[in-house]
């Protein structure tokens, strides 16, 4: 949730991000969604909304502000580094927020289904390749936290996993159930009281940033797995080139579904400190959420077919190069990890 793809998979597309103008509708929905939490008395989140919380990594209750977006505030603990939202939203409104029908069903009908599906696959492709890698079979019991309308869930089946997934969302369960036919329980991780040594291999891909306590998740998800299991997921990086160019208006601050973001040494910390070791972490500069800002004449439709054919191979020349640099520098907005307890 939250990025797109450069897409070159149609011709005569009238921009270059085929689904671009569709991105930019979920972006004002839920900057919408936002500012209806906020008292314009103040500027601020109504107060009955929100209570103030301590750093959830280590406690400490000592931060510094790091970027107001739409009434909300992000923090940086001067102790450890963790990003989050403070003051939070009460479980309850918290819960409200994610359940949004409308912002959700278009996110469901208009992005997951017809793109972001499609754009991931053959990032779920190599995930999987690399969990096989790592522990030398696929005839393993997989969990998919978060796992949205069950693409990866069903590919992992199809792999040879014995696959299973967690999804809160009713729509997205009830998608899965009718047309991906694979096992999907509608509860959080906490409820559904796994024994312990369940699992091979937990997933979360683009879940830690939606959760107020990610140590107490990472611990859960250790005790679930069996020793020398193997937990890989995706998050977002605010110690990133995007983040330090953009400032508040980098596309990841989107309170208040992201409560929260992780540096590489903060989220090694996490692992480690709920029993993970061998931690690997890889970085993805995502071109397009600087582009949207700074050059947003790429996305825009050019005059002419000849044009728009220059408009796209300049976008495809710029993101290669600069993602390329940016990895190779270890400063992408988003991280993709693996780690096997111990």
């Not at 989107?254 to 972490?281: K, N, Q, T, Y």
């Not at 044009?307 to 990895?327: E, G, H």
Request: include cysteine; hydrophobic fraction near 40%; aromatic fraction near 10%.
């Amino acid at each position: 949730e939250g990025r797109h793809h450069l897409c070159c998979g149609q011709k005569e597309e009238p921009v270059v991000y085929e689904s671009n103008d569709r991105w930019q509708e979920f972006y004002c929905r839920l900057n919408e969604k936002a500012l209806s939490l906020v008292d314009p008395r103040t500027g601020s989140v109504k107060a009955e909304l929100v209570r103030p919380v301590s750093c959830a990594v280590c406690g400490v209750d000592s931060t510094v502000p790091r970027a107001q977006v739409n009434g909300f505030i992000y923090v940086t603990c001067r102790q450890c580094g963790f990003v989050y939202l403070n003051p939070q939203l009460r479980p309850e409104a918290l819960a409200d927020s994610y359940n949004d029908a409308e912002v959700r069903r278009y996110f469901f009908e208009q992005l997951l289904l017809p793109f972001v599906e499609r754009d991931q696959e053959p990032e779920f492709q190599s995930r999987l390749r690399r969990l096989t890698e790592m522990t030398g079979t696929n005839d393993l019991r997989l969990l998919d936290v978060g796992c949205a309308a069950g693409k990866f869930l069903m590919m992992a089946q199809e792999a040879g996993f014995r696959a299973e997934g967690l999804e809160l969302n009713a729509e997205y369960v009830e998608f899965i159930r009718v047309h991906r036919r694979v096992a999907v329980r509608q509860e959080l991780l906490a409820d559904a009281v796994y024994p312990e040594d369940s699992f091979d291999v937990v997933t979360l891909w683009d879940v830690l940033e939606h959760v107020p306590d990610p140590r107490t998740l990472t611990a859960e998800i250790a005790r679930i797995l069996k020793p020398g299991g193997i937990v890989a997921l995706t998050t977002i990086n605010h110690d990133c080139f995007n983040e330090r160019i953009l400032g508040k208006r980098w596309r990841y601050w989107m309170p208040p579904d992201h409560v929260c973001s992780f540096s590489p040494a903060v989220l090694r910390r996490v692992l480690e400190e709920s029993g993970f070791h061998s931690i690997m972490i890889e970085h993805h500069a995502m071109w397009e959420v600087l582009a949207d800002v700074c050059v947003p004449w790429i996305a825009r439709p050019a005059a002419s077919s000849v044009l728009r054919r220059a408009q796209k191979l300049a976008s495809f020349v710029l993101a290669w190069m600069y993602q390329t640099f940016l990895n190779v520098l270890h400063s992408g907005d988003l991280l993709t990890v693996y780690a096997r307890k111990r």
